[in-house]
């Protein structure tokens, strides 16, 4: 099994939708949460970064960590086209060793 | 804004080659690290080291090594390039003890 699980889609979205991403992970000693946006052809860059569990909001953008289903969700409101890109979660118990998700593919069709 | 270059965007190269795969940052952070991603795979650590001169394993090391000679500069070496290590190369930096780690473009390297 592995650390991380993230279903690599696709997902294919109308524009204005509300967009659910999820991962799972099966250690528990994981504290620290993050979530990448990569775009094609270009590294990934930090979108949403959450400590232990709870919920954080960024704009259109609200991550959720439930510690104790080991879930971890983002949320995208009102998704636009320029949203279309890889979204990579990300856990860590210290910043030498973070475990990334495979990515889930986002298109969000005008 | 932080900057993470990457010496190539796109390089091939011939089986038996040695690879050298630069990465430069400019906000003087003390973490670099370098991942290879893949699909259905995700980003998997190779190396990354916390100070000049300094270098730590990651999941996968086999078939590479690092040099870190300066504060900046984090170099990936293949000693000799194998088809198995065709694959995006990233370069990532932050600081000390934050999490937030700035990624550079990716090298896509190809071994044939």
């Known amino acids: 099994q592995k650390e991380v699980e993230q279903d690599p889609g696709p997902l294919s979205v109308p524009e204005g939708a509300i967009v659910s991403l999820n991962c799972t992970y099966s250690n528990s000693a994981f504290q620290y949460f993050m979530w990448y946006r990569q775009y094609s052809r270009k590294g990934p860059e930090l979108l949403m970064y959450t400590y232990s569990s709870g919920n954080k909001e960024d704009g259109r953008f609200t991550a959720q960590v439930d510690k104790s289903s080991k879930y971890i969700s983002l949320f995208i409101r009102d998704s636009q086209p320029s949203d279309s890109a890889t979204y990579l979660c990300?856990?860590?118990?210290?910043?030498?060793?973070?475990?990334f998700g495979a990515g889930t593919r986002l298109t969000v069709k005008p | 804004d932080v900057k993470v270059t990457q010496s190539s965007r796109y390089l091939v190269k011939r089986t038996g080659e040695k690879v050298f795969l630069e990465c430069v940052q400019d906000?003087?952070?003390?973490?670099m690290f370098w991942y290879r991603q893949d699909p259905g795979l995700g980003l998997r650590l190779i190396y990354f080291s916390y100070d000049v001169k300094m270098k730590e394993k990651g999941d996968i090391p086999e078939g590479y090594s690092v040099s870190r000679e300066k504060k900046e500069r984090f170099s990936l070496i293949l000693e000799s390039a194998s088809t198995n290590q065709t694959s995006m190369y990233l370069c990532?930096?932050?600081?000390?003890?934050?999490?937030?780690?700035?990624f550079g473009p990716g090298t896509r390297l190809t071994v044939t």
């Open positions: 990300a856990m860590a118990y210290n910043n030498n060793d973070m475990r």
């Open positions: 990532a930096s932050c600081p000390g003890h934050s999490y937030e780690q700035y």
């Open positions: 906000m003087d952070h003390e973490n």
